[in-house]
């Protein structure tokens, strides 16, 4: 099973607009990961936040980890059309792999 | 570096064929993955190799499938024979330590068997 579930699995917004996705895991995790693809490409890494972190910032994305209710959300602020993509979570077990969600289909409208 | 380079971008192949697809992973890279992509199943972790050896092929869906990993610039995912379930996007992906760091993707294979 899944260990990562994004939610929602679709959301569309307006340029200008923040995006906030969730991801929610089922076992404890060494780090959480956040991976953006867009459409006939390869995931790029966006995000790492380990286990004993609570926030951590990256230019318009703000990622936040509860660890007790073993959930993080990705915020992107003021999106652009450029945002449109998939993004994705994945869970570091500390096995030296990562585990990924299904995903977030964000679309951004201009 | 030109990142993790896959081959070929696309394949298409009638069933009962082999299929052979390439990866080369970033220089100095310990750890290189293979993930297979669904819309049904998301992305899941095929095997992964630490030093050119296969530490987990757990995630290998049958003995169809195979393996190898000749050298730390060089890996292949093979299929055979292909069955048209095995239509897929395939991605190859290396990071330098495994756990605790990013991953870096190749571009992925979309693998269609007909």
């Known amino acids: 099973s899944q260990q990562g579930e994004e939610d929602p699995q679709a959301l569309s917004i307006q340029e200008g607009e923040n995006a906030t996705m969730n991801c929610s895991y089922k076992?404890?995790?060494?780090?959480l990961q956040w991976y953006r693809q867009n459409s006939g490409r390869g995931l790029v890494h966006l995000i790492l936040i380990r286990s004993n972190e609570r926030e951590k910032h990256s230019g318009r994305l703000r990622v936040t980890l509860d660890t007790s209710k073993k959930s993080s959300s990705l915020l992107i602020t003021a999106s652009r059309a450029a945002d449109t993509a998939s993004y994705f979570c994945?869970?570091?077990?500390?096995?030296?792999?990562?585990?990924f969600g299904k995903g977030t289909m964000l679309l951004v409208s201009p | 570096d030109a990142g993790v380079i896959q081959s070929p971008r696309h394949e298409v192949t009638e069933m009962g064929q082999e299929v052979t697809l390439r990866c080369k992973p970033i220089s100095g890279h310990d750890y290189l993955f293979w993930y297979r992509q669904t819309m049904m199943r998301g992305l899941e972790l095929l095997i992964y190799?630490?030093?050119?050896?296969?530490?987990?092929d757990s995630g290998m869906p049958e003995d169809r499938f195979s393996a190898k990993m000749p050298n730390a610039s060089f890996s292949t995912l093979k299929i055979q024979p292909s069955e048209p379930r095995d239509s897929a996007v395939y991605f190859c992906?290396?990071?330098?330590?495994?756990?605790?760091?990013?991953?870096?993707f190749g571009q992925g294979t979309r693998l269609t068997v007909v």
């Open positions: 190799f630490n030093n050119n050896v296969p530490i987990d």
């Open positions: 992906a290396s990071s330098f330590q495994g756990y605790g760091t990013e991953a870096f």
């Open positions: 076992t404890s995790i060494n780090n």
């Open positions: 994945a869970t570091d077990l500390g096995y030296s792999t990562l585990t």
